[in-house]
């Protein structure tokens, strides 16, 4: 047995729906795995929840479960085999990084060398 919860959130609907649909679930549970009911209220927002035992197994484990079992499955590819699209092809090089001061310099590197404006010549009297 493993203990559970569901709540019930009134964001969209109002007090008799949401206790209509409590009543509901909790008519479902067994007298003897009922634990407690919750309920809180704030302004609008009311939030009761159902507390109980289950001989349920838990969905969320087992998808989990799955999941790690298909990654383990699943091909592994070494990093510098990968591209920047993640193709695995070897063949493609990834794009280069560029950084905005390598920019910077390569673009002051091309830029012509600023003319300095002639000295003034003195004039004859």
């Known amino acids: 047995m493993r203990l559970v919860f569901k709540s019930f959130d ?16 909790a008519n479902k549970i067994d007298r003897k795995d ?4 919750t309920h809180s209220e704030d302004r609008d927002n009311i939030v009761v929840t159902i507390w109980y ?3 349920e197994p838990d969905r ?16 592994q590819i070494a990093p ?3 591209t920047h699209q993640g193709t695995g092809n070897p063949d493609a090089a990834p794009a280069p990084t560029r950084h ?4 910077m310099r390569r673009s002051s ?17």
Not at 10 to 25: C, G, H, N, T, Y
Not at 109 to 125: G, I
């Open 34 to 37: 009922l634990i407690n009911l």
């Open 60 to 75: 969320g484990v087992e998808m989990k479960a799955r999941q790690r079992e298909d990654l383990a499955r699943t091909p």
């Open 53 to 55: 035992w289950t001989d």
């Open 109 to 125: 590197e091309l830029r012509p060398p600023a003319e300095e404006p002639p000295a003034d010549e003195p004039s004859e009297q």
């Open 80 to 82: 510098s085999k990968l």
């Open 10 to 25: 009134s964001k969209m609907a109002s007090r008799e729906k949401i206790f209509k649909a409590v009543v509901d679930f």
């Open 100 to 103: 905005l001061a390598d920019a």
